[in-house]
């Protein structure tokens, strides 16, 4: 300090801290030599502690409220000194303030996935992320373990040490609930309750307490939720042929909004199409059920269906006939050997006397008379 600072410290005998920042926990209030006069006043204001300490030990500590400092109020700081009796002249001591107001801008994350079991899913892979406020309850621990003698301690300089020590918490804290992955919403709340007694009992020994933890979020790997996504979009489709008329239905509100040729075409198609499926459900809503068949008794199977035949004849086609229908045309003379003749599987029309088939046919009919000389 300079000779201004010098002689200014002569005269102040006000002690006091306006904290003008959002993050400063402790803040070691700057005096010349760390001298304060007997009679001093000391101002603390609410959510603030005022901690003496002289030569490295933690003195006495003053809650809110405005004090004229002498022996009698500071028992402590008396004995340190060795002062018996009352003592007026200028004495050396640090003076800390603490702030004990909820600092609540601390966020917190995973920044790994935490492997858990899952009952669903099996084993599966979580992130979350939050927040959580911080308080100091004890600031002479505080000052012991994390501040020192650093002048101003901020909440930048613990937020790192914190996230770990959640991170590390987290993942028994999930395993310990016992949740499927898709109902851990609803446990949200309560496990950040959980989540801050223990972090409290944790950091009982820094004198910090851990007042409200949030989370705000747990999430899967994005190939999971994808996978989630298909699986809500067919649950949510649920019947394929009600959607399938919905659709429909749409589609004819949105051609009779066209006023075009096309759209009116389109629109009258789809709007004969839906009168016609709307009548065929009423058809079958009107139809008497038929009493339910009773099973028939055991018995050899049907017989295969015959094949059945088409004919060419007058240029005309005639048929189908089957094989015994076919020969009965053959003994009365309407279908001959030269006859064109056609069934199911053959490439083309074909003479019947070309036809393997039908060669038992023609068996017992004489051949046609040879020209006449």
């Known amino acids: 300090m300079g000779l201004w600072d010098k002689v200014k410290g002569e005269f102040i005998d006000i002690i ?34 005022a901690v003496f300490v002289n030569e490295g030990q933690v003195a006495d500590v003053f809650v809110p409220g405005t004090y004229t400092l002498q022996t009698q109020n500071m028992p402590i700081l008396s004995t340190l000194k060795g002062w018996k009796y009352g003592f007026d002249s200028p004495w050396k001591a640090e003076v800390y303030y603490v702030n004990t107001r909820q600092f609540t801008d601390f966020k917190w994350g995973t920044q790994n996935p935490i492997m858990m079991r899952d ?25 012991k373990q994390l501040v020192g003698t650093d002048p101003q301690f901020r909440t930048e300089e613990v937020s790192e040490f914190l996230r770990q020590l959640i991170v590390g918490h987290l993942g028994p804290a999930l395993a310990a609930a016992q949740v499927p992955v898709l109902d851990l919403v609803s446990q949200q709340l309560l496990i950040g309750q959980k989540l801050a007694g223990v972090l409290t009992q944790e950091l009982a020994e ?59 075409g389109f629109g009258l198609g789809l709007g004969m199409a839906a009168a016609q499926q709307v009548a065929n459900s009423m058809n079958r809503a009107q139809q008497p059920q038929q009493p339910q068949q009773q099973q028939a008794p055991a018995g050899p199977p049907p017989l295969p269906p015959q094949a059945q035949w088409f004919a060419a004849v007058n240029g005309a086609q005639a048929g189908p006939f089957d094989q015994s229908a076919l020969a009965q045309q053959v003994q009365a003379g309407a279908i001959s050997r030269a006859t064109l003749v056609w069934k199911n599987g053959m490439a083309a029309w074909t003479p019947a006397e070309q036809v393997p088939e039908l060669a038992g046919i023609f068996a017992s009919v004489p051949p046609p008379l040879p020209p006449m000389g």
Request: net charge negative.
């Open 119 to 143: 009952a669903e899913f099996g084993m599966v892979r979580i992130r979350a992320f939050g927040a959580y406020s911080l308080r100091v309850v004890h600031p002479e621990n505080l000052l």
């Open 16 to 49: 006091e801290w306006l904290d003008d920042s959002r993050d400063t926990i402790v803040w070691r209030f700057p005096r010349y030599q760390n001298e304060i006069k007997m009679g001093a006043k000391l101002v603390v204001r609410e959510s603030q502690v």
């Open 206 to 264: 820094y004198g910090i307490q851990i007042p409200k933890f949030i989370i705000e979020n747990i999430s899967l790997p994005p190939e999971v939720e994808e996978a989630l996504d298909k699986r809500t979009s067919m649950g949510v489709l649920g019947n394929l042929d009600q959607y399938s008329k919905f659709q429909a239905a749409n589609a004819m509100e949105d051609a009779a909004n066209n006023q075009g040729g096309a759209g009116e």
